[in-house]
């Protein structure tokens, strides 16, 4: 939030080239929801095991993690809550990509997936916000069941009716592409954006059909019928609230939901 | 015949020299001998199989001779027939779907396929699917529930395909719609790792009630050799990383990651198709006779439990939030 | 300008003329004479529109000016977000398709969508859609019934796109699809029929509760050239295949295939779409508050049983048989 | 049921190439149907109105339908009943290209989803055969409507549980490809038929990616990924069969409905 008067100025935009820099979660939450300020986090004391008990020749994966954690001051690289967007209450789900490159470990899927099922609880449309370069390896196949379970949840929010909208920022790669932000009702890219099922690997493309634009921008990927709109930053609170008040003429009465009080210590918990 | 499987080479030429030797000449007794020869392959073969480590797995996970997908199907089911196409694009040889029965029982089943020469591996491109080939499991998934059919899926791949031409078709998309549809299927979905089960591509089939493992299959969320570049910058750590991953069936069991281990045969899986897929019916059966006594929506509902579940976590100290 | 107009030029220029003369001089008085002309003008109008033969309607129908989709979504929406992409394979700008707001009404939107300018024709390829745009338009379907908003289509194509690489993504299969969804889709839908309906093209976004066409507006089970090919064997007896395929609103009305005629104002849409715009919303919106009302059951079974109609036959004497 | 010997030797199918040549109903129905023969026809009662009072210059189309039915000895350009196939009752369209090119027109459309309504209340499976130029021209928007209905039918079938196949015959084009052929849930084509949606119209077709086998052809479709088989004359009725047997594993109790007996004259009939 206290990024806010600088980026309010340029949303870190280049007035010249219309770039769109990478944000903070932070960022993109005030981005993104009404004034006043309305975000009241959820689950924010939720963050990584260490199931493997994973080793780099660079260090542990609890070292990583706790470098991650006092580079970013967030816990895990997903930062969910809910607030006010367009006058109306939502769950809002925004990747922080500046958390071990906002990769999706077990933590990272369990805030997902809980921010999906408090949203079917409260009847609330959700909104997320993708910047992840796919599954966090150093949890090896854990990891990977985070592509299934937050999927899972996201199809039983269509299931109920509920609006689900997301925006694929810079980088959207591979595990994440490919499991619960594909599944949106309607996905925005911004622009420029590299969204992506691939990650480094090497690709031998030669067939360039229709593309005047640069292979894997969000631009690109429209092209291709994956996403909805490619929306500039300027435009995005509006957008979103419009996707969302189009799909949900009828919320449940807008403002009426408190801001939810912070749960206790999960029972759900494992380790 | 793999690195780690040559102590026993020696062996088993000696054996079937007797044995030649036995056919030339009627009247030598050789009993005894090739007796004694046969048990120690015995006890050398479940002593190297007992250490096997992570690397050897993924190496006997990627035998060239290892079962596929259709020769399981060829041996567990009475009838099949291969279906084509997912009715938008084309139809990808890399995914075999279709309609078959076991054990009196009609179902679903959908596998990725790889080739054994070189020519049917470009053909089934590995069998690292297209899009439209997990499309075409997915017009099958919808079959299977209108017509009420529990669904098989074989796992056994290295990957999705990642080639441009798969992004501009939606890979990513397809993956996920195949988890979605599969994560609410109201039918029951076993999922057998049957091979090499890499990443998204074979999550993608991935999604069910139950998922068992063979004995020696892999299942993981990069190949080691993908992960060795990451992690060490060097994918001549493949071993490490292979270690590191936990990705054997006994590490995943224990992970609760998957549900059984289905035992193979001694020296493995492609020593004796007949056997694997024996191991494999005894696990099947009764399982599809519990699974199809369910309601579909208590199906439902504990297979959303099942993979709610999967992922540790803990919690931080509040101060740090 | 269409050929049959012309005989309303020589008015049009002389009001233009005595217009511009008043302008250059404020003193004259041109009240009368203005308002005799334009009588006559309105007479002649009237006149001619009112005994169109079904050849001319095609040409109105077809007019490179007539208001097409885009221009009807402005006018009668307050709110419109366009939506792309099938997901699958790609975007296809021959189909406008999205989210709206009618009187206050959320809607899901899809239409055909014609260009004015020639480079823009191409990009949308004459309003003749590919595959890729009738499944933009049935994932929109889905997500309508998902959320429970009405569908409103329009229909303005003359057919769906034939070619090689239209065949090879499954063209039929597409428009089959997207009836059979249409068909049974559990929220309200209603067709607009604005310009031309052209064959199994149009049909794909046809399947409604109510079918609304404008008054010009043409519905064909193929295009009056490609009838006198087949039946006269010669284009050139286009008109004589429009008069024999009944395809104007009055008779499709007449007919029972057409729920209702929207009256365009005078000289057709194309002199006004503002007016052709507010006829239609006042048509559209009682009809979406009915609609709305009714259970998605009830929707469902009379929609059925309106197509079901659709359709004469009789008995042969027994003997034949 | 008078051609049995003759085709049952070469079911129509040249010895030398494999070329597959068009058959007539009857044939169809003794090639699919078990032995002894069970075919209870259906509504052979109806038969074309002429809604527009269509003129060709050839005469008018009462008279084309006059002489279709003189040529076939059928009132209508499908044959619907019930009959025996693999030891179950199911309900069986298929169509009769020496009937005004096996067109659509209302009292078609009105057979055949006659038949999708039989079949759903005495919940039997469907197989149609199809082998039609389209629909047809002389009953204008009458005929495009076939499509609609023959579609909403079928698509009933689906909703109650009861598998529908669809064997595509040569040609199966246009109006007939479009409709109630492409929503079966398993379709078979014949070797060497043509299967498109496009009629006699112009097409350039330049890029030929994936193709070995001729354009248009069963073949051809299926490789596009459009149909599930191409399965030769021989092995139709077992590969039918067991598609049924797989997709209805609990049929009604087989052979228990007796032939349906010929309803009255339908108060449906609206000429
Ligand atoms: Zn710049
Ligand atoms: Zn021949």
């Known amino acids: 939030m206290h990024y806010r008067p600088e980026f309010e100025a340029s949303l870190r935009v280049c007035p010249a080239c219309n770039y769109h820099d990478r944000m903070t979660a932070a960022e993109r939450i005030a981005l993104l929801l009404d004034d006043p300020p309305s975000f009241r986090e959820l689950d924010a004391e939720v963050t990584a095991a260490d199931p493997l008990e994973f080793q780099r020749p660079s260090g542990s994966y609890p070292d990583r993690v706790a470098k991650a954690r006092a580079l970013t001051t967030r816990n895990e690289a997903v930062v969910c809550g809910a607030g006010s967007l367009g006058g109306r209450t939502v769950a809002l789900g925004v990747m922080e990509f500046g958390f071990i490159a906002g990769s999706m470990g077990g933590a990272t899927g369990e805030k997902i997936t809980r921010l999906f099922e408090y949203a079917l609880r409260r009847r609330l449309p959700v909104v997320t916000v993708t910047a992840s370069g796919g599954a966090r390896q150093d949890e090896g196949l854990f990891a990977l069941m985070q592509m299934a379970r937050t999927t899972a949840a996201a199809a039983r929010l269509g299931e109920a009716g509920l609006p689900y909208v997301c925006v694929m920022a810079d980088p959207t790669l591979a595990g994440v592409t490919a499991s619960f932000a594909a599944v949106a009702d309607v996905i925005i890219g911004e622009p420029g954006a590299t969204i992506r099922f691939a990650g480094s690997r090497v690709v031998q493309g030669t067939l360039r059909r229709r593309a005047p634009v640069e292979d894997h921008t969000a631009e690109w990927v429209q092209q291709q019928g994956m996403i909805d709109l490619v929306v500039a930053r300027r435009e995005l609170r509006r957008t979103v609230a419009r996707v969302i008040a189009a799909l949900a003429p009828h919320p449940a009465p807008a403002h009426a939901p408190s801001p939810p009080p912070r749960p206790a210590a999960s029972p759900a918990a494992r380790v | ?321």
Not at chain 2, 83 to 88: I, V
Not at chain 2, 98 to 115: E, I, N
Not at chain 2, 169 to 188: C, H, K, V, Y
Not at chain 2, 265 to 280: C, F, K, M, S, V
Request: with cysteine.
């Open chain 2, 1 to 321: 015949m793999l690195d780690f499987e040559h102590p026993l080479d020696d062996l088993r030429a000696r054996i079937d020299a007797l044995e030649r030797d036995a056919e030339a000449d009627p009247n030598s007794d050789i009993t005894r001998e090739l007796a004694i020869l046969q048990l120690e392959l015995e006890a050398r073969t479940a002593d190297l199989f007992a250490n096997l480590t992570p690397w050897q797995r993924v190496q006997l996970a990627r035998h060239p001779q290892r079962p596929h997908t259709l020769d399981f199907i060829e041996r567990l089911c009475s009838e099949f027939i291969e279906l084509h196409g997912d009715r938008r694009y084309g139809d990808d040889p890399a995914i075999t779907a279709g309609l078959a029965s076991v054990g009196g029982r009609s179902v679903v089943v959908a596998g990725h396929q790889k080739g054994r020469t070189t020519a049917d591996n470009v053909k089934r491109n590995f069998g690292m699917a297209h899009p439209e080939g997990l499309r075409k499991a997915l017009r099958l998934f919808d079959m299977a529930e209108r017509f009420g059919l529990p669904v098989l899926t074989f796992l056994d791949t290295p990957g999705a395909s990642p080639t441009l031409q798969d992004e501009e078709r939606g890979q990513s998309w397809a993956i996920a719609e195949n988890m979605a549809r599969l994560a609410r299927l109201r039918t029951p979905v076993i999922v057998i790792v049957i091979g090499e089960g890499g990443s998204g591509g074979a999550l993608a089939l991935g999604v069910g009630d139950r998922v068992l493992m063979l004995e020696h299959a892999v299942y993981s969320v990069a190949s080691p050799e993908a992960a060795a570049a990451i992690i060490w910058r060097d994918s001549k750590h493949a071993p490490d990383a292979a270690a590191a991953l936990r990705l054997t069936a006994p590490d995943l069991l224990r992970a609760g990651l998957i549900d059984r281990v289905v035992p193979e045969p001694d020296g493995g899986a492609h020593r004796d198709y007949d056997t694997a897929a024996a191991n494999l019916a005894n696990e099947l059966t009764p399982l599809l006779d519990d699974l199809c006594a369910h309601d579909p929506d208590d199906l439902v509902h504990a297979r959303y439990q099942k993979f709610r579940a999967m992922g540790e976590f803990t919690q931080a100290p509040a101060a740090t939030s």
